[in-house]
């Protein structure tokens, strides 16, 4: 029942903020968002008492072809509730003090689009989950074609076909699976018991991971990313950086590994390479950037580089390292995402070199995005440091020489970040930044929640693993061949 209401609050929440009108719209939205995140403490503090048993939802739904509203919550997509429940009433308060045209469909989208999320990460039918991974398509479409910058068209429709693409590759996999199933199912239980030969595992394998891939975004299927950050609205970037690029690392744990364990041995060490030459390629990319919205988008693929190299490791560090970075990923990358909204809404452009001095006109703001940037490069006692600490553990015991070259991203990122932040915070005002004002009471609100989460998360992560590790040792059981 709990699992229900998870599900379904954002659903009906949708609806409501729809019919509301512009004037309440955002905050019943708020509103509607803090009730959810409630309600994920609670199903959490009952997780943990209980165990998983009690988020299990069964029941038939068509009969021929067998498909079941099949729903529950393991460590690991609890974690990513909770990381999508969390993320959506902060990304919600970013909008507040911004004027946004028909606030009642915008926010009713967000709302959408966190129902579709959720039933991502709860779906344990194969043709479900594939519904809810379409479903969450279509929020982010319109939102971004409606709300986004100027050439905002070619690019959403870019991104469309790009994702679309993708997933009819998934629909025909999981097509082949059905047919491949003596049992004629879409349950994850019975998929992950199936035998499937090497030579069925070595094509179904790609028509998984390019869906996921897509959503990553894994180089070189990467090429609508930073068009579509960019041109997007703050609150747009945020849900694609920040929680549904998520959809396709989890996919990678909970539907690639586990189903597909001889192809993932086959073709590991080319996914390997594609990883880590990411994380290289994009980061030299992001230093030559000269938008900050670029920067942040260039630097979002070169740390999901590394997150996804861990996935491919197969060993419980590199596994552990993935989920970890996975939810620091996205609370960094929100708070980078809305510092740089925050300076376009100040000064109007995006541009690096029109930048510089804010320090000196806005010290709070100065000192919370500091914060921020030290996550995103990893320092120690913040939440970014432990994930690609395991993360590059995991590979070095994969290979080391794929480590020494993922571990460049550590130097790689403090040079674009702190180069990106020198230019704009630091130096002497000029006529762009000499008027710029100090946080308004939901920046600074938002920047606090972010802050105290990557401190706290940092300087005691042992709760996240506890909760991901059985279900992470259950994933590479299945994944790893005897």
Known sequence: MLTLLLLLFPLVASLVVLASGNKLAAKLALLFAVVELGLTGYGL???????????????????DPKISLNLGLDGLS???????NFLLPVIILTSFNRVIDNAKAYFSLILMMQFALLGVFMANDG????????????????????????NRVPVTLKFFIYTLAGSLFMLFGFIALYHLNPGKSFNITELYSMVISKENQAWLFWMFFVAFAIKIPIIPFHTWQADTYKESPTQGTMLLSGIMLKMGTYSLLRWLLPVFPEGVAMWTPLIMGLCIAGIVYASIIAIMQKDLKRV??????????????????????????????????????????????????????????????????????????????????????????????????????????????????????????????????LGKTNEVTVNFADLHWNEKVVLWILVIVIIAAGIYPQPILAIAEPALRIILDNAVLN
Do not use: C
């Open 45 to 63: 503090s009952v997780f943990l008492l209980s165990g998983p048993e009690l988020f299990t939802v069964f029941q038939e739904w068509i009969t």
């Open 78 to 84: 609890m974690l990513m509730v909770l990381l999508t």
């Open 127 to 150: 043709l479900l989950y594939y519904i809810f991974w379409e479903l969450a398509l279509i929020p982010i479409y319109f939102i971004a074609l409606n709300w986004g910058g100027p």
């Open 296 to 425: 942040l988008a260039y630097s979002s693929v070169a740390h999901v580089g590394l997150i996804s190299a861990g996935i491919f490791t197969l060993n419980i560090t590199g596994l552990e390292g993935s989920v970890v970075q996975m939810l620091s990923h996205g609370v960094v990358v929100v708070g980078l995402f809305f510092a740089a909204d925050i300076i376009y809404h100040r000064t109007n452009t995006f541009e690096i070199d029109k930048l510089g001095g804010i320090r000196t006109a806005a010290p709070q703001f100065n000192t919370l995005f500091l914060i921020i940037v030290l996550a995103s490069v990893g320092l120690p006692l913040t939440n970014s440091f432990i994930g690609e600490f395991l993360l590059l553990l995991g590979v070095f015991q994969y290979n080391y020489i794929a480590a020494g070259v993922g571990g460049l991203t550590i130097i790689l990122s403090a040079v674009y970040m702190f180069r990106m932040f020198q230019r704009v915070m």
